[in-house]
């Protein structure tokens, strides 16, 4: 008798789980297609499953370090590693001239250097996360229903915790060697556009990768063309000096080095920015978030599938 209950209980269970998969399924693809519309739909999103954003940055925080000796420390080492490189080989075996720093008597390539790769790291680790931030969470979207935004979103909030380390480091250098001004209030502010233009590069990336895997590579590629199109280890006042007039223009056209020269401005030259060039980077930012957001709003709703 006791067996009996035990089967039929069992034999209910099952039943139940078989009718509740196909049930599952549907209510994770009906959800998932629910047209979404406006910057303001992501927001909401992004607000409503802000545990679950915050799971997936310090899972990704975790796993990164886990098992390392060093630990978060190289979080520290790797961008100072990267910066004692160029360092050598474009100041002193190339001897690239950085300008004066606005204190009037500091020239410091490093700290020059320094002030561009914030901004490069930055925009780095978010397109580069972004793209494969989907491909990473494809087992937890096939099990739970949440909006795919949320994985490149998660892979936004550590890039922030990784610059937020890095530019601290930066201020606490120029205090060190008395380079300080009111204009360096305006670092967090160029890092909050950079990861509102750096977020809808990310979007379009990440969907992109989720459909043709070919993406990775060719994104690779051409951010190692960007990086030195974009005057980071040398002053753009090379680019005037000895590049032709179109590459002059390409250079000027890039919106990294609109960013790039901000961040120098304001921190190592001392000065703020002009207003023009402000409103210039936050249009930029706002345009390239609004096309991310569409690219992914009208392929990410099938994204599950693909994963």
Known sequence: MGLGVLGASRLGRECAAIVREPLDRWHRATFARQPRFGAMSLVNDLWTYRGLIGNLAQRELKGRYKRSVLGWLWSLLNPASTLAIYAVVFGTL??????????????????????????????????????????????????????????????????????????????????????????MLLVPVLIAMLAVFAFGIGLALSVANVFLRDVAYLVAVALNLLFYATPIVYPDSLVKQNAPVWAQQLVAANPLNQFVKAMRACTYLSRWPSVGSLAILAGTSAISFACGWAIFRKFGANVSEEL
């Open 94 to 183: 190339l001897k690239v001239e950085p300008p004066v720093a606005g204190n009037g008597h500091t020239k410091s390539f490093a700290m020059f250097l320094f002030a561009g790769l914030v901004m490069w790291n930055f925009f780095n680790t978010v397109a580069l996360g972004s793209m494969h931030s989907l491909i990473g969470a494809g087992p937890l979207l096939k099990k739970v229903y949440f909006p795919p935004e949320c994985a490149p979103a998660a892979n936004l909030v550590v890039a922030l915790s990784q610059v937020g380390i890095e530019a601290g480091i930066l201020l606490v250098l120029l205090v060190v060697v008395g380079n300080t001004s009111w204009s």
